[in-house]
């Protein structure tokens, strides 16, 4: 099966400051790599994601990047706020699979 | 916007007892998944269903069972809790547009002493 690493697994920034998040793949057949944020209390949300045919996707002051040759994607959040400290989870899904693979989550704090 | 409802936030249980988790989805979803949380250890698939009365074992159902008598709710069963069992426990539904999006209930953190 799919085997997804995270690295690193806490992050403290200051805030304004970028914060950088790194994931590798096992599975050549994955296409769907997504982004959830987990904050304090509550469930996991997506909040961005790329496939497999673009190499880079921004959305406002985050972004993830894709290299399909080295497996490996990255997350990406420029300005640090207060509100970005959370737990990232990156994950990753073949194309005829409802089953996403996830890594093991990268603690990020923001320090005022 | 989609609401996937756990039915508890916080649960004690002895081991040994029967412990059930309730999960509520109110978009028609037809797949539904049930997620363990541990630090370090990321996400790890229980089971998930496909439709009404359809299961697929994921990565870790030992100990566990399930039960999808109804679309929108899918139920994750222990049979006999055990203390390595105690975990945060985070049901999700399938966004069938996409079959890509997961949308996840506040968890339930279950203790099991």
């Known amino acids: 099966g799919e085997n997804v690493e995270q690295h690193p697994s806490t992050l403290s920034v200051q805030e304004g400051d970028s914060a950088v998040i790194k994931c590798t793949y096992s599975?050549?057949?994955?296409?769907?790599f997504p982004w959830y944020k987990q904050e304090l209390g509550k469930g996991p949300q997506l909040i961005i994601d790329i496939r497999s045919n673009v190499g880079e996707k921004k959305d406002q002051r985050i972004a993830v990047t894709l290299n399909k040759t080295a497996k490996h994607f990255s997350l990406h959040i420029t300005e640090t706020q207060p509100e970005d400290s959370a737990v990232y989870f990156c994950?990753?899904?073949?194309?005829?699979?409802?089953?996403?693979?996830f890594g093991a989550g990268t603690t990020v704090t923001v320090r005022a | 916007d989609v609401k996937v409802t756990q039915s508890s936030r916080y649960l004690v249980k002895r081991t040994g007892e029967k412990v059930f988790l309730e999960c509520v989805q109110d978009m028609d979803h037809e797949n539904m998944f049930w997620y363990r949380q541990d630090p370090g250890l990321g996400l790890r698939l229980i089971y998930f269903s496909y439709d009404v009365k359809m299961k697929e074992k994921g990565d870790i159902p030992e100990g566990y069972s399930v039960s999808r008598e109804k679309k929108e709710r899918f139920s994750l069963i222990l049979e006999s809790a055990s203390t390595n069992q105690t975990s945060m426990y985070l049901c999700a539904s399938l966004d069938g547009a996409t079959n890509e999006k997961l949308f996840f209930g506040s968890g339930t953190q279950l203790s099991v002493l």
């Open positions: 994950a990753a899904l073949k194309g005829n699979d409802y089953k996403l693979s």
């Open positions: 599975d050549s057949a994955s296409n769907y």
